[in-house]
């Protein structure tokens, strides 16, 4: 499979657009998901999806290393995010003061449970910063590691690790507040 | 270790991020620990929600199509772009030809090269007769001009380099 998906990207990279396609197929979940997450919006999220797609396929002749590709994407992914999220950061405060509907839980228990029945994660979520969210997504959704997401945002990996114990700390408050 | 584990610590013990030490300390707390335990037990909930609520999120099933429509019409823009300019360039060109053979332009536009010529001759004389008349001034000019062309070189090579890493990092449309 990941043979396949290295010489699938060896052909996108000659311009076969076929291949492209196939990349298209066998990311778009992982692009999709990230961009959603990150943005809380469908719409949003698909645009992101498709441009960041465009993007790698112009670009892909220049990347060298091809078993660096889906970091690479997921790198084209967030800055695209980042620049989406400032031109919607107002727009998305008025409409997150909106969003929040009580989805109750039946039989919670633990503290957590109570709280998540009074505001869903994604609602949560999009209260915390970017750059906390961005690194709790790579870590739970994208599943890298530590040391893979400091090297792809490019920041130490003690500010990795402070960042997602920030971004957890963060995400309960804002669901304990409900 | 009597204290309770820190947020950071256990934070990096849930994504399996800490070393066999660390790993044991922790452990071992955690099976005397309530508060800890339970601090434990939130976190790793609060971690398979998240993985839940994003996992459930339905895909585009025609994000290949539009994907694919996008790139053939930014493909078919830039080649009617190309084409336009070419267009426009050909046009320009055999107007200003046409315009300079047929009309009044040829005897003009002959002028006016004729005094140009004349002017730039005086100006080479100019230059060349005050260059010879002050000592080292070439051997000073070719040693400015040397200094210049290394200096253009590190920059160029600086720009290459500082476009590679940024196209590296997808930054270029």
């Known amino acids: ?178 | 270790m009597s204290e309770h584990i820190s947020g950071e610590l256990l934070s990096s013990y849930i994504d399996d991020e800490t070393d066999e030490d660390e790993k044991a300390i922790i452990e071992r707390h955690l099976g005397i620990c309530l508060d800890c335990h339970n601090e434990f037990v939130n976190l790793t909930l609060l971690k398979e929600q998240i993985l839940k609520e994003y996992l459930m999120v339905d895909i585009p099933v025609s994000m290949e199509d539009h994907v694919m429509a996008k790139i053939q019409q930014s493909i078919s823009q830039k080649s009617s772009s190309f084409i336009n300019h070419a267009a426009i360039f050909v046009v320009l060109s055999f107007a200003l030809v046409g315009m300079g053979a047929t009309g009044p332009f040829l005897s003009i536009g002959l002028h006016i090269f004729n005094t140009l010529f004349s002017i730039a001759g005086g100006l080479m004389y100019a230059i060349t007769s005050i260059l010879s008349a002050i000592p080292y001034m070439v051997e000073a000019i070719s040693a400015v001009i040397f200094i210049l062309i290394v200096l253009a070189i590190f920059i160029l090579r600086y720009l290459v380099n500082t476009l590679a890493k940024t196209v590296e990092a997808g930054d270029i449309s």
């Open chain 1, 1 to 178: 499979m990941v043979n396949d998906l290295h010489q699938i990207i060896i052909e996108a990279k000659k311009g076969d657009q076929n291949a492209f396609r196939q990349l298209v197929t066998a990311y778009k979940g992982t692009v999709f998901r990230h961009a959603f997450s990150l943005l809380n919006d469908r719409m949003e999220a698909e645009d992101v999806t498709q441009e960041a797609f465009v993007k790698a396929y112009y670009s892909l002749p220049k990347l060298e290393n091809e078993f660096a590709f889906v970091s690479w994407l997921t790198r084209v992914v967030t800055n695209l995010c980042y620049d989406k999220n400032k031109k919607l950061n107002k727009k998305k405060l008025a409409e997150s003061e909106e969003l929040i509907e009580n989805v109750r839980m039946p039989n919670a228990s633990s503290p957590i449970e109570q709280s998540i029945a009074k505001m869903t994660i994604k609602e949560a979520m999009e209260k915390i910063p970017l750059e906390q969210k961005n690194v709790l997504i790579l870590r739970e959704i994208q599943g890298y590691s530590y040391s893979e997401i400091s090297e792809l945002l490019q920041i130490p990996l003690g500010t990795v690790k402070s960042r997602i114990n920030t971004a957890r700390e963060n995400l309960r408050k804002e669901l304990e507040k409900g």
